[in-house]
Structure formats: C-alpha cells, structure tokens
C-alpha cells in the first residue's frame, strides 16, 4: 500500500493530468461531440369513481398509488420489442430523425435516457434526453401515445372477452327460459282448470312458474351486464383521455447543466479514472527497487538501521 | 603470503609514526604532513550514520565494521565515512577509514593527489600511507591506491593479512570500505574481511533481488542491518505514519 502511495506522490503531476485534466478535457469534447437536450412531460393519471369499470390495466397493484402504478406499467412496457417497434414507426411518420444512424442510436438508449418517476400520488413525470430538441419532444409524444393506445387496446381486449362470456351466458339463460316457459304452456294446455292463482295449491304449477320468473330475471340481469360491459367497450377511448390527462405537454427544459451529456462525461472520469489505477499498478509492479523500509524488512529478512535522506554531494562519491 | 611480505614492524611504524610524529629537531621546521580532506559532510547526515553504527552489537570495546553494497554509486564510501567521523566523535578515539574498493579509486572523494595505497602496500611496491582526515584529529584514512586491474589477486592478500586485527592494536574503531559485492568476482573474500557488515542500498534505484542476491553472498548472519541512503520518499510525513 505504502509503495503505492508513494507511486502516487512521487508522479503526482502524471496522475494530476490522469485524474483532472484528461477527464476535464474528455468532458469538453463529450459537451462538443454529444450535444444533449431534455424534454419534459407530465401525466396526470386518475380513476373516475363515476365509473363502474376501471380502465386500469390489469395486473395493477391495488396498494401502489395511480402514479406509481402507471410508472410501473410505462417502464414495463418500455422495455418491450413492441414498444420500441411502435415507437419507431411513429417517428419515422413524423420525419423525427435525420439519419437511420441517429435512429439507431436514439432508439438503442431509450431505456435508459428516459427515466419516468411518480411525482406524487397522481402525477407522473418523463424526463427524456437526446441529441436534439425533436427528436427528445417526439419521442416523449410518441411514447405518451402509445401508452394511451397500449391501455386501450387492454380495455378492448378485456371487455371484448367479457361481452364474449356474457353474450353465452346471455343465450343459455334464453334458450332455458323458453323451455320453461313451453313447459308451463304444456302444462296449462293439459290442465285447462289449473290457474295461475291456484298455484300455491298446485305444486307442479308452482315449481313450473318459479322456474320460469327465475329465469326471466337471469336473463334481464345478464342482459344489464352485457349492456354495461358493450357500453364501456364503446367509450373506452374517452375513459382513458378521462382517466389518463397530458398536463404538460413534451417540452424542452433545463438551462446548460442539464443539457450536459452526463452520461459520457462519467464514462470519461471513469475511464481517466480506469487508466490511472492502470499506470499505478503497472508501475509498482515494474518498480523493483528498495522503496520502503517495511518492504525491504521483510523481503530481506534484515534490518534497516538508518535511512539517510538524499545528499547532493553523494555525486561526487565513488561509490 | 601477505603477512610475510608486510613485516608487523613495519605496520606499527608506519602506525606509531601517524598517530605519535616525532617532533622536529631543533632548529628545523616541522615536516608537511599529508592529510586526507574528503568532503564535508553535513550534521544530519554524520547524525544518521551514528544511528546506523549504534544499532550494530559490538562484543567488545573495539569495532571493526565492513560496509558494503550491491552495486556501485549507492553511497557507500560517503556512508562509511560518514560512521567514521559519528564514531571517532563519540568515541575520542583514534577511528581509521580503510578503503577496500581496490578496483575504484576514491582519492578525489578524500581530497588526495594519485598515491600509493593499500593495495601497493600489499603487492609490497609501496609504504603504507595511514593520513590524518581533519577536522577531528583522531580519524584517519588508509587510501586503497590507485584503480587496479588484478583487484582479485590484491584483495586475496588482503583477506590472507592480518591488517585488520594489527590495525586494532592502536585503532579501537575500524572502518572498512568494503567493494561493492556484486561488481566484483571475489564478493565471498569480501565477507571474510570482517564479521559485521552493513548493507548501503540506494532508495529508488538498487534492485531489491540484487539486494537479496548480496544478503546471500555475504550470509544474514553477517550483515548487521541495511542502511538506505538517498531517501527522498514524497508521501507526506502523516500519511507515513497511518501507512
């Protein structure tokens, strides 16, 4: 450790440039070769009480709050070959990108240059950085988008299943209510004395008239639930736009400290920081001469009784 | 052998004739003495060197301790004078520096004009020159000579004499500028010279597996301790201490 610091003393000057002035350089020309800019959004995310389907995706955590929640679900979906498929092609509709090399290079750091954070219970933020104003607001526009689109194609998909289940469940509760209904007007047909109101007289009779009102009341309640679940699947769209509010648009943000590509910038410190260790150790290794009095005690076995400080006058011994 | 070749007279002359010069006769000025005028050395610096030299366990009164390195330029004769001076200060006693290194030449680093040395003393060419290293009046210096090709051969007779424990007879306090080990073919004669050595290694620049390379050639258990030199460490004092 001690041949080390000495290392690191005795060539102070190298490892000062190593260490200040090559990552101070490096982070000029990261400022001069990766310009960056940073869009802003903000997402106000709510659930209506008014309304008898949530529009939540499923899988919601139910004690995570709407923003927290929407983060999850953005950064999922985020990281998904959809995603980034979709918003490519949303881009290139809008003419975003200059080159498919910028595309290319926009598109394989998207994870990791937006970063989504719930600010509060209900309202989340996207913080995006790029190389140039467009492509950062569109990017943010895109992905706001395509969220919307993703959740509502959710919805669709869920309710298209339940008016599916429905709409069977619907149909067999028909079918039984006619063939009770024709098993009461056989009955009716062979007892032409028997009434309605003597049913309570009539066991039969009775059994056939419970059947049938139990019957017609699954059948009109299944039908409010068809109903309900048709009218939801119609309004869907308008429920997320309800539920899932743009309250600021993508905007660029942030004066020149936040513009600066911190990302190269580090990766250059650490880099400097990499090659100065790297020259430290090489150069211990390749020292071999007697440094420290410790190292030599215990190298030699032997010990060091004086340690004289260095004479200028040494130069004219013989030896 | 070196021993037949250097009679112990002559060493004790030369000896009582550096440390006790006959007084002129009257009338007659006294003689020029040659002196060795190494470098300066700064307190600090002697201060370290006293430190080095107090951690090293004598089993007597007298010291005799080697100093080493691994390779050349690390300091070590500036080290060893450096002790000579921190332990002929302590001491007050008469403290000699004698120079080993027979393959450099250090007279300019001691201040000296090309003289014999050591190494012509032993190949019986020359007297022994014992000098006088101002400014304490009790260091002295035994120059190795000029640079020679056949060092090994030299230092052999070096290792065979007995200059060492002579030298002990009127210098409680030897210093021995030993070559560096691993710049030189004879390292192992190099350790026979004296039973404590310490290892000089320079901060920064001497390869720790040439130091570990040294430590084998001349055995631990002879090496007393390591001295780094030239420790220049720019990690902040309070950041040492939580290291």
Redesign the interface.
């Known amino acids: 450790?001690?041949k080390y610091?000495?290392i690191l003393?005795?060539h102070?000057l190298r490892f000062l440039i190593l260490l200040v002035v090559l990552p101070a350089e490096l982070a000029l020309a990261c400022i001069a070769l990766f310009p960056h800019q940073t869009a802003v959004s903000s997402l106000w995310v709510d659930t209506p009480a008014y309304i008898s389907v949530s529009p939540a995706a499923s899988g919601w955590d139910q004690y995570l709050t709407p923003a927290e929640n929407t983060v999850d679900a953005l950064n999922q979906l985020r990281s998904t070959n959809a995603f980034v498929i979709s918003l490519q092609s949303s881009l290139d509709a809008s003419n975003t990108f200059q080159s498919a090399g910028e595309r290319d290079s926009v598109l394989s750091t998207l994870l990791t240059d937006m970063v989504v954070t719930a600010s509060g219970s209900h309202l989340v933020v996207i913080n995006y950085t790029c190389p140039r104003a467009p492509i950062c607001t569109n990017v943010v526009a895109s992905t706001e988008q395509i969220y919307h689109q993703w959740l509502v194609d959710q919805e669709t998909a869920q309710a298209k299943v339940a008016i599916d289940f429905y709409t069977g469940q619907l149909a067999d509760a028909q079918t039984k209510l006619r063939s009770d209904e024709n098993a009461l007007a056989t009955y009716l047909a062979s007892h032409p004395n028997a009434k309605a109101a003597d049913a309570s007289l009539i066991p039969e009779l009775d059994q056939l008239l419970r059947n049938e009102n139990g019957d017609t009341q699954a059948v009109s309640s299944l039908q409010q639930q068809l109903d309900d679940t048709e009218l939801t699947n119609a309004a869907v769209g308008q429920l997320d736009s309800t539920v899932l509010k743009v309250v600021d648009p993508p905007r660029i943000v942030g004066g020149r400290l936040s513009s600066l590509p911190k990302k190269q910038m580090t990766i250059a410190a650490v880099a400097s920081l990499v090659l100065a260790v790297a020259m430290l150790v090489v150069m211990a290794w390749s020292?071999?001469?007697?440094?420290e009095?410790k190292?030599?005690e215990s190298?030699?076995?032997?010990?060091?009784?004086?340690?004289?400080?260095?004479?200028t006058?040494?130069g004219?011994?013989?030896? | 052998m070196a021993r037949e070749a250097q009679p112990p007279m002559q060493l004790a002359h030369v000896m009582e004739t550096a440390l006790r010069p006959l007084p002129p006769a009257p009338g007659f000025a006294m003689a020029p003495r040659e002196h060795a005028r190494p470098i300066s050395l700064p307190p600090w610096f002697i201060d370290r060197c006293r430190q080095a030299y107090l951690s090293v366990s004598f089993p007597g009164p007298r010291r005799v301790l080697g100093i080493t390195s691994a390779l050349r330029g690390e300091g070590k004769t500036t080290v060893a004078l450096g002790i000579a001076t921190a332990v002929a200060a302590d001491t007050g006693e008469p403290t000699i520096l004698l120079e080993c290194d027979l393959e450099t030449s250090s007279d300019e680093f001691f201040g000296l004009t090309s003289g014999p040395g050591l190494s012509d003393w032993l190949e019986d060419e020359q007297a022994l020159r014992i000098l006088r290293m101002p400014p304490l009046a009790n260091t002295y210096l035994i120059p190795a000579g000029g640079a020679r090709p056949d060092a090994a051969r030299v230092f052999y007779r070096l290792s065979q004499s007995t200059i060492v424990d002579d030298l002990q007879r009127e210098f409680p306090n030897v210093i021995i500028d030993l070559p560096p080990l691993l710049s030189i073919a004879y390292s192992s004669l190099a350790a026979k010279v004296t039973e404590r050595i310490l290892l000089v290694a320079r901060y920064g620049s001497t390869p720790i597996d040439d130091l570990e390379k040294a430590v084998f050639l001349l055995g631990r258990e002879r090496i007393s301790g390591l001295v780094l030199n030239g420790y220049t460490s720019r990690t902040p004092r309070w950041l040492r201490r939580l290291l």
């Open positions: 450790m001690a610091v000495e003393f005795r102070r020292d071999r001469s007697a440094r009095p190292d030599i190298r030699l076995q032997i010990p060091v009784v004086a340690t004289i400080h260095d004479l006058l040494m004219a011994a013989d030896g």
